[in-house]
């Protein structure tokens, strides 16, 4: 409800001079910030001013304060329920109304302040005049205290120095525990999720984690509310999701090491920005090479981890595998329920002509693409069709451009074809067995195809959990393959992920098994004598045996193998036609999922006859089931939990 007086209170405006972007989105300083609207003569204009200026796409919203120097009026305008939107109006009554709105945005200056003032008919003129006035030193006011705190923060860690933070990350790593700054967002659910995670595994090594948050549904986090928390808190590091320094430099001073965790591609990582990192700069998560955001960090400050894995919200402990809200023997968990071509259809609808054309021949190209997913190698083919887009649509040589149409449309539509084909199968397949298939998330009511297998949202945290238990297979596919924490989450809360393979993801996991061996460096079985190569006898070397056998189930690749093998030897030649294309760096064991699901063939598929025999043996054969779960199970917590995660920044 409305608030009479001074309670609760909301944004404020940037009072220092740089706006500040952040998880709810960039600030506008020319945007509205806030409204006072003096006297109640004409609830109308409320209204109509909460129209004009609706939530942003973070749901930041804009809030309305009422000046009304009638006490009565006010109460009876709280009891009759006139604002469709209580929750954004806040009543301030009585004669001092705007003396009230002056204290009450004092012990609130971290808030934005109401930046437009209105009066509500020509004789409440005088009120709102005085109402700015008081606005407009409070502002001052804040700046003031902005850039006075600024540089106190400044100079605190400025004085530091690198001798400084070498001796303290050292005596952390002995066993000291390390105040971390987190930084998270009211207005994302997965951001809230995943900093709560992250807190709680710092926690339990025995680190001292301080979550930073918009104040109110309001506000972006201000640089007067995070430089006050530094201040409070001398964080030792700041971690924040998904944004570099470069985007928010007003929230931090330059010598406090920064983290970006990575979670997402979002658009503003591939802009650039007048920012050169410093060896205070750090990220961690996934590596996106193209990001120019995020060039210029040291190799040496980069950690490449999966989006972990919340051992505590996810485990088999408690799980209820009976609960008949989630038993099934076929689920899937997503709220990404628009079909392919609804997704298609409006996107393109924002180009005429020839460059809507360029969408049409895209949206082809990637449905094969699609079609020989398991076959052959499809992320260059998934490059071309960005580049062919992009000079379709005019932005060929625009950078900008081209990530705009590779993660806004081209990716997105992919993962869409991807996941409802799988879905398709999936049908299908309970249907021809009699087995129950269960859809979780919103929308799928409305699918035209698989609507019937529609079972509603389930919640993140136990009720997900329990789903993940309850059904005989979680499915998952994405085009991102299988580093998705969901087929974690499902193995640790007792459930069996079966997850859509890739021909990409399981060369590259070749690829790595390949390069461990051979770095092992072990004493040569051979030399082929003519061209005095070294190699191993295929028989002698168990590992090098499975890795064999598993390339024999893949389609050769193009350029050939890394090496070669023949006879049953295994030469280590260089295949220089392989490395001009392929002469990437190994990822990290963390950043190699086909390994944490044991033998990738196992519990992956890339046929609808391979996904049905997958199915059918694990309802069948619950002993089976269990057994691939807890291997499974086993291999997350040893690896991608958040715990791991936050040991692995090696502070």
């Not at 930084?183 to 992250?198: I, N």
């Not at 081209?410 to 067995?433: C, D, N, T």
């Not at 093998?565 to 963390?590: I, L, S, T």
Request: charged content about 25%; some cysteine.
């Amino acid at each position: 409800m409305s608030s009479l007086c001074g309670t609760d209170i909301l944004d404020m405006p940037e009072s220092s001079s740089t706006p500040s972007p952040g998880p709810a989105g960039r600030a506008d300083q020319g945007s509205v910030h806030g409204i006072v609207m003096a006297g109640l003569d004409r609830p109308e204009l409320i209204e109509e001013a909460m129209h004009r200026h609706p939530p942003d796409s973070s749901g930041c919203t804009i809030p309305v304060y009422v000046l009304e120097p009638d006490r009565a009026r006010a109460e009876a305008a709280v009891r009759a329920g006139i604002f469709s939107d209580p929750s954004r109006v806040k009543i301030l009554a009585g004669p001092l109304c705007e003396t009230d709105l002056v204290s009450y945005f004092r012990q609130r200056l971290h808030c934005r302040l109401p930046n437009q003032v209105t009066a509500a008919g020509p004789h409440r003129q005088e009120l709102a005049r005085r109402a700015a006035a008081g606005l407009d030193a409070l502002t001052r006011e804040q700046a003031l205290l902005t850039r006075q705190l600024q540089a106190e923060v400044e100079r605190l860690y400025a004085e530091r120095g690198m001798a400084y933070w070498t001796d303290r990350f050292a005596a952390i790593r002995d066993g000291q525990s390390a105040r971390v700054l987190v930084m998270t967002s009211r207005f994302s659910t997965f951001m809230r999720h995943a900093a709560g995670d992250l807190v709680r595994g710092l926690e339990s090594l025995g680190h001292e984690p301080v979550t930073l948050m918009e104040p109110d549904e309001h506000s972006p986090i201000s640089p007067l509310l995070s430089l006050q928390t530094i201040r409070d808190e001398d964080p030792d590091l700041v971690i924040v999701i998904n944004y570099p320094r470069a985007v928010h430099r007003a929230l931090f001073p330059a010598a406090l090491p920064h983290v970006c965790w990575l979670q997402d591609a979002m658009p503003h990582l591939f802009q650039g920005h007048a920012y050169e990192p410093t060896l205070f700069d750090f990220t961690a998560g996934h590596r996106y090479p193209d990001a120019a955001g995020l060039r210029g960090i040291d190799e040496a400050n980069v950690l490449e981890f999966p989006v972990p894995v919340s051992e505590f919200k996810f485990h088999a402990n408690e799980s209820n595998p009976s609960d008949d809200r989630f038993a099934c023997d076929i689920a899937y968990v997503s709220h990404q329920s628009e079909p392919a071509d609804m997704l298609h259809t409006r996107f393109a609808a924002m180009f005429e002509g020839k460059r809507r054309a360029g969408f049409e021949r895209c949206r082809e190209r990637l449905a094969e693409i699609v079609t020989g997913w398991g076959d052959h190698a499809q992320f260059e083919a998934i490059s071309e069709a960005v580049q062919d887009l992009a000079e379709a649509v005019g932005c060929g040589h625009d950078a900008r451009g081209r990530d705009m149409l590779r993660y806004q449309y081209v990716h997105p539509l992919l993962e869409r074809l991807l996941r409802h084909r799988v879905l398709s199968w999936a049908g299908e397949i309970s249907r021809e067995h009699g087995l129950k298939l269960r859809i979780f998330g919103k929308g799928w009511e409305a699918h035209p195809e698989l609507a019937d297998f529609a079972a509603g949202p389930v919640e993140h945290g136990d009720d997900l959990r329990a789903c993940y238990a309850a059904a005989g297979v979680h499915l998952q596919a994405s085009m991102l393959g299988c580093g998705h924490q969901r087929i974690f989450e499902c193995a640790l809360s007792g459930g069996l992920p079966l997850c859509l393979r890739s021909w990409d993801e399981m060369y590259n996991h070749d690829r790595a098994l390949m390069t461990d061996f051979l770095d092992k460096e072990l004493p040569a079985d051979a030399s082929l004598v003519q061209w005095r190569w070294p190699a191993y006898v295929i028989d002698h070397h168990p590992e090098l045996k499975s890795i064999i056998e598993a390339r024999s189930k893949m389609v050769r690749p193009a350029a050939g193998w890394d090496h070669e093998h023949f006879d049953g030897v295994y030469a280590q030649v260089r295949n220089d036609d392989f490395f001009k294309y392929w002469d990437a760096p190994v990822p990290p064991q963390q950043m190699r999922p086909l390994g944490l699901l044991g033998d990738p063939m196992t519990l992956t598929f890339s046929t609808r006859e391979e996904l049905e025999d997958r199915v059918l043996r694990a309802v069948r054969d619950t002993k089976w089931r269990t057994q691939h779960s807890e291997a499974v199970a086993t291999r997350v917590r040893a690896t991608v939990t958040s715990t791991r995660f936050a040991e692995g920044s090696r502070w």
